[in-house]
């Protein structure tokens, strides 16, 4: 037994939490629709997508290894980095600063989306604060208990997406690195120059600029 575990979860739970308060209170504020076709998601909804579908095929896969360390290691991961750490910064520009109806609901839908089958990932591990949430979050369903378990679904198959996000990432993490080195305060911002030949990787910053810029601290972004 070791109190740092417990320490650990207890964050853990309050992460969730409050991801799921920010959600609820956005969704609170507009009209999201049932369905969401593909052409209206951005490349970070896809992204997300991508990542929770497969999560699923994993988890279950270690579930019926038994292998239960392994896949609440990887739903913890998911949702604390992936989910929380990086879409939920990416989707603000645009509930906050975008006066784009559609990019805002379908940031709302894919935020719920992946919520609601992250919450059912967690749920045989974290019952009581996972109950709760759902029942919150929606009311299609009566209880968490007793709703579909998520499965791979190919139309949320977006491997193409899931690498391009992985480049703007590399891209956060390299500025954020240099930044930290200098002792340059976060509220400070610098204008970034992304320079490449290749047109696909300028095509991959021009879509993401608007969440790029405030994730890399960035004044503006000027693509060479």
């Not at 999201?32 to 052409?39: G, T």
């Not at 239960?68 to 604390?80: E, M, T």
């Not at 047109?199 to 890399?216: H, Q, S, T, V, Y």
Request: proline share 4%; charged share 25%.
């Amino acid at each position: 037994f070791y109190w740092e575990r417990v320490e650990a979860s207890r964050n853990f739970a309050n992460k969730v939490w409050n991801a799921s308060r920010f959600i609820m209170m956005n969704l609170e504020k507009a009209e999201v629709p049932s369905e969401m076709p593909k052409d209206k998601l951005t490349l970070a909804d896809k992204w997300i997508l991508s990542k929770v579908n497969t999560l699923a095929t994993e988890v279950t896969d270690n579930m019926d290894r038994y292998e239960l360390g392994i896949a609440v290691q990887k739903v913890y991961d998911f949702i604390w980095e992936e989910f929380c750490d990086w879409y939920i910064e990416m989707v603000k520009p645009r509930l906050y600063n975008s006066d784009n109806a559609d990019s805002q609901n379908a940031a709302l839908w894919t935020l719920k989306h992946v919520l609601i089958d992250a919450l059912k990932l967690l749920h045989p591990y974290m019952p009581f604060i996972t109950e709760e949430i759902f029942c919150t979050l929606q009311s299609e369903e009566e209880s968490i208990m007793i709703s579909a378990w998520p499965v791979y679904k190919e139309e949320y198959a977006f491997a193409k997406e899931e690498k391009e996000i992985e480049t703007m990432k590399e891209a956060i993490r390299g500025i954020r690195n240099v930044r930290t080195s200098m002792n340059v305060a976060p509220s400070r911002k610098a204008s970034v120059y992304v320079v490449s030949e290749n047109a696909d990787i300028r095509a991959i910053f021009e879509n993401g600029k608007l969440f790029f810029a405030p994730l890399a601290y960035a004044s503006e972004v000027c693509l060479l």
